[in-house]
Nanobody, 122 residues
Framework: QVQLVESGGGLVQAGGSLRLSCTAS????????MGWFRQAPGKERERVGV????????SYADSVKGRFTISRDNTKNTVFLQMNSLKPEDTAVYYC???????????????WGQGTQVTVSS
């Protein structure tokens, strides 16, 4: 049973920064792509950023390009989401997810964390 545990959420003012972390209990962590998703109240879940197993490939939602950066440390089974220049519309529960393959485009999500709340005040 894969476990994903997120941390780092909280309350921040607009223009501020937060760094989310997600630690995975996956024995061969570097074999799998990882992603960050978010869901705001009344809205559909949105994919924010994804990263290949090696960490060399990334992709972002247009809404966060240039502000958010996804990265990973395969020695620590951890994926990060650095969020800068935060806006009130970034307020949501953020989830990390693992994929079934080393790239997001050749696999699908198969495990999810419990989520961490990010609230951006104006």
């Amino acid at each position: 049973q894969v476990q994903l545990v997120e941390s780092g959420g909280g309350l921040v003012q607009a223009g501020g920064s937060l760094r989310l972390s997600c630690t995975a209990s996956i024995p061969t962590f570097s074999n799998y792509a990882m992603g960050w998703f978010r869901q705001a109240p009344g809205k559909e879940r949105e994919r924010v950023g994804v990263i290949t197993g090696s960490g060399r490939g990334t992709s972002y939602a247009d809404s966060v390009k240039g502000r958010f950066t996804i990265s990973r440390d395969n020695t620590k089974n951890t994926v990060f989401l650095q969020m800068n220049s935060l806006k009130p519309e970034d307020t949501a529960v953020y989830y990390c997810a693992s994929y079934s393959s080393s790239t997001w485009f050749s696999g699908s999500t198969n495990s999810w964390g419990q989520g961490t709340q990010v609230t951006v005040s104006s």
